[in-house]
């Protein structure tokens, strides 16, 4: 292998190096995300539950009051 061949291979080692690192940098940022969706996720579960536990009760009254 003479200098400029080595020298290609270099460069394109370092390009693989930086597109790597590029990508595990993509990569973490993308896991930062889906973390942050799954807690909105669990949050609004909560919430439409919660929403949901509070209709159901409002229900149970006005059907009680409909008997009387």
């Not at 579960?45 to 409002?58: F, G, P, S, T, Y």
């Amino acid at each position: 292998m003479d200098q400029s061949e080595l020298q290609a291979l270099a460069e394109k080692v370092d390009r693989l190096i930086a597109r790597c690192q590029k990508l595990e940098q993509d990569n973490t940022a993308l896991r930062q995300l889906q973390d942050d969706w799954n807690r909105e996720r669990a949050q609004l579960m909560q919430k439409n539950d919660l929403a949901r536990n509070k209709i159901e009760a409002m229900i149970g009254r006005l059907r009680a009051l409909e008997q009387h």
